[in-house]
């Protein structure tokens, strides 16, 4: 099946720093990729929707300026978080949608952010 | 607005027992339906799918079949083993749209 890849699957970093999370789709081109939340023991929270060459689509709730998202190539979305907070500390997971596929969604491996 | 609703757990089965994980949905439109498993540490990774009314989905052991008329898609296996132990997670899609989650099951298997 089709492969995404994020990385780092785990950081630790200071509160006020940035962290810069990839989401990579390895063998396929995904025109629209998510970004989710999942606290411990709960299901996935969507954050955004990140589009190729748009802008990302929030949720209600999800602060624009504190996830940003960049998706500029077909293989490629980001997220980064901003001015990092010990309550943004969570598992942070992407998927992306192959333009042939539909429905179907691949899920990167996921990314543990700790912030101390 | 669509919405998934799992059966709650944690599930707790002795090794080689019978696992059904009940899964009703509601949504606009004919959508695809999933069972996406999640280990412990890892993202998710999709189990098996069906994208029309009466498609049985199958993968390692597990079977859901896509039942319309009572908008469900219960997982079934017949025989767990404790590497099955995970959360699981029942979606649906409709017309490449954002997926709807349900809360996720966990299933422990003891030897």
Redesign the interface.
């Known amino acids: 099946?089709a492969v995404v890849s994020?990385h780092p699957s785990w950081v630790i970093c200071k509160s006020g720093t940035s962290v810069k999370i990839e989401c990579r789709s390895l063998d396929f081109q995904a025109t629209?990729m998510?970004w989710y939340r999942q606290f411990p023991?709960?299901?996935?929270m969507?954050m955004a929707?990140s589009n190729e060459g748009s802008k990302a689509t929030y949720e209600q709730g999800v602060e624009k300026d504190k996830f940003l998202i960049n998706h500029a190539s077909l293989t490629l979305s980001t997220l980064t978080v901003t001015s990092a907070h010990p309550e943004d500390s969570s598992f942070y997971?992407c998927?992306a949608?192959s333009t042939v596929l539909?429905?179907?969604?691949?899920?990167?491996?996921?990314s543990?952010l700790t912030v101390l | 607005g669509n919405s998934v609703t799992q059966m709650e757990g944690p599930v707790t089965l002795s090794e080689e027992a019978f696992l059904t994980i009940n899964c009703t949905y509601t949504a606009t439109g004919y959508p695809?339906l999933?069972w996406?498993v999640q280990y412990p540490?890892?993202?998710?990774?999709?189990l098996l799918?069906a994208?029309k009314a009466d498609d049985k989905g199958s993968n390692k052991g597990f079977e859901a079949t896509y039942r319309k008329e009572t908008t469900s898609f219960h997982l079934e296996k017949g025989s767990v083993q404790v590497s099955d132990s995970a959360v699981y997670?029942c979606?649906l899609?409709t017309?490449?749209g954002?997926?709807t989650?349900?809360?996720?099951t966990?299933l422990t298997v003891k030897p």
């Open positions: 099946g994020q629209t998510f023991k709960q299901s996935l969507l929707t997971i998927s949608r539909t429905g179907e969604l691949f899920f990167g491996e996921g543990r | 695809s999933f996406y540490g890892e993202g998710l990774q999709l799918k994208t997670f979606a899609n017309n490449a954002k997926s989650f349900g809360d996720g966990t």
